[in-house]
């Protein structure tokens, strides 16, 4: 089973260019989760979905956008790269609804932006 | 807003030592409380918790979950090296999966 699938795994980018992560999951979960992660931090939750179709806020928000158009995909924008949004980032997913699953999550991609 | 808290921030011992790490939270209806473990890559699941009082056991790792007091222990007895890592402690709750910062855990030969 492929599990939470993230590409690419590494990126560089330069100011004010703009770039897709891609999340896919085969597990028939309904939620799904971006976080990054700061050199020596925890996860700071970036966007959620409870499924298709719908998304919401986390914590730190700025300068991203995602889209749930399938159950399986959850993918991350950036439109305007910034130097702050230098971070590892990680794609989750899990399954909510009478019982709860722990969140699986992918390998994860780290982006620099110079 | 959902929040969980973790403690000590960094944790540094001797290997064969016994460790305990603590995690409270408060979060709008409550559904469960993980513990991952993060080595160099991503975070690995070691347990969910979803009932008060029940302790899981893997190995040397164990957990209990106070729901009444909103707090979680993760305790490793006789450390060894490849036990360092960040443990994250999580919290499901109506929608959020929100993360702590993590305790760091350094253990020394």
């Known amino acids: 089973n492929a599990g939470v699938t993230q590409t690419p795994k590494f990126r560089i980018l330069k100011i004010g260019q703009s770039m897709t992560l891609q999340c896919t999951q085969d597990?028939?979960?309904?939620?799904m989760y971006w976080y990054r992660q700061d050199p020596g931090m925890g996860l700071k939750l970036i966007y959620y979905?409870?499924?298709?179709?719908?998304?919401d806020k986390g914590e730190v928000p700025n300068g991203y956008n995602v889209s749930r158009s399938t159950t399986e995909d959850f993918p991350l924008r950036l439109e305007l790269a910034a130097p702050s949004q230098t971070s590892v980032y990680f794609c989750?997913?899990?399954?909510?609804?009478?019982?709860?699953?722990?969140?699986?999550f992918g390998q994860g991609t780290r982006l620099t932006v110079v | 807003e959902d929040k969980v808290v973790q403690s000590p921030l960094s944790l540094v011992v001797h290997e064969g030592d016994t460790v305990t790490l603590n995690c409270s939270y408060e979060?709008?209806?409550?559904?469960?409380l993980l513990w991952y473990k993060q080595e160099k890559k991503a975070p690995t699941f070691l347990f969910m918790l979803?009932?008060?009082?029940i302790e899981k056991k893997s190995g040397r790792l164990s957990s209990i979950l106070d729901k009444k007091e909103l707090f979680s222990i993760l305790n490793i007895t006789a450390t060894q090296t490849g036990d360092s890592a960040i443990y994250l402690c999580?919290?499901?709750?109506?929608?959020?999966?929100?993360f702590g910062t993590g305790t760091r855990l350094t253990i020394i030969p």
């Open positions: 989750a997913s899990s399954y909510l609804q009478t019982g709860v699953t722990e969140a699986f």
């Open positions: 597990m028939n979960h309904n939620y």
């Open positions: 979905s409870v499924g298709a179709g719908i998304t």
């Open positions: 979060v709008t209806n409550f559904r469960s």
């Open positions: 979803t009932s008060s009082g």
């Open positions: 999580a919290v499901t709750g109506n929608e959020k999966l929100t």
